[in-house]
Nanobody, 115 residues
Framework: QVQLVESGGGSVQAGGSLRLSCAAS????????MGWYRQAPGKQRELVAV???????NYADSVKGRFTISRDNAKNTVYLQMNSLKPEDTAVYYC?????????WGQGTQVTVSS
């Protein structure tokens, strides 16, 4: 099965930055879409950012202007650059990549933002 390995999570103070990585075992050049989701305790999972193979991206209103999704096709890796972090950004972040009709999930990485 396809594997997505996430890294880059951790603890940071409000206003700081983190960069999450999602390395795929399959070429992302052939993927239909790539995205990042997050889920905080007691809250439903929400879509944070998506990017298409063509490079178009969209963001949740809550992160717009602060987060940037990107990819490196040569490394088969999707990134989420998170700047100006807020305590409400604290959550487990999951990457998702879709090839054809099937979507695949990373294992999740914890992001904790302290005030």
């Amino acid at each position: 099965q396809v594997q997505l390995v996430e890294s880059g999570g951790g603890s940071v103070q409000a206003g700081g930055s983190l960069r999450l990585s999602c390395a795929a075992s399959r070429r992302i050049l052939s993927a239909n879409a790539m995205g990042w989701y997050r889920q905080a305790p007691g809250k439903q999972r929400e879509l944070v950012a998506v990017i298409t193979t063509g490079g178009s991206s969209n963001y949740a209103d809550s992160v717009k202007g602060r987060f940037t999704i990107s990819r490196d096709n040569a490394k088969n890796t999707v990134y989420l650059q998170m700047n100006s972090l807020k305590p409400e950004d604290t959550a487990v972040y999951y990457c998702n990549v879709r090839w054809g009709l099937s979507g695949y999930w990373g294992q999740g990485t914890q992001v904790t933002v302290s005030s």
